[in-house]
């Protein structure tokens, strides 16, 4: 269900990409080329000057909620996955191939390329250099603590492409599905 906010915005969304019939978006939303937008989710630019764009190939899993604050921007870079229930609220930058765990919060933060934050986890108010691992339930809420973060293992990076890729598929299923229907 696409809604303009109280600007009149509406979303911007790519042919290529597939969303689901009972997400919600709103507002200044721009979603990019093959995305996928999973069940129940909801991406919410509808604050004044508040607005989020989702990059290519990037899937956005089941119930996860993305929102933006007055005047503030989410910026999601491409091939990034997003995975069921996570929370990222803008202002908030995730950099290309990122993967947010289950539960994870990320707000008021700029995340680098590749960084991987792990179930349940929370970040705010912190910059994480590029290929960085926040661990299962950590908590992220001062610089110092991204000091503490190993990089990234070569397990993590398949991980993360094996997502990808297996969400790139689920697109090209379901616009196939779509259109013999």
Not at 75 to 91: E, R
Request: hydrophobic share 40%.
């Amino acid at each position: 269900m696409l809604y303009p906010n109280p600007k009149n915005q509406h979303p911007k969304i790519s042919e290529s990409a597939w969303i689901s019939e009972n997400a919600v978006i709103v507002g200044d939303v721009t979603i990019g080329e093959n995305a996928y937008v999973a069940h129940n989710t909801v991406i919410r630019a509808d604050e004044p000057g508040a607005s989020i764009v989702i990059g290519d190939n990037c899937n956005i899993q089941d119930n996860v909620i993305i929102h933006g604050l007055s005047n503030s921007e989410v910026m999601i870079d491409n091939n990034t996955s997003l995975a069921h229930g996570c929370i990222v609220h803008g202002p908030c930058t995730l950099g290309h191939g990122c993967f947010v765990g289950f539960g994870a919060v990320v707000f008021d933060c700029n995340v680098g390329n590749d960084v991987v934050i792990l179930h349940n986890a929370t970040v705010r108010a912190v910059e994480i250099p590029a290929r960085k691992v926040v661990p299962d339930g950590r908590v992220v809420t001062d610089q110092k603590d991204v000091e503490q973060l190993e990089d990234i293992c070569s397990d993590l990076k398949n991980f993360k492409h094996s997502v990808i890729k297996a969400n790139l598929d689920l697109v090209k299923g379901y616009i196939d599905l779509d259109c013999q229907n």
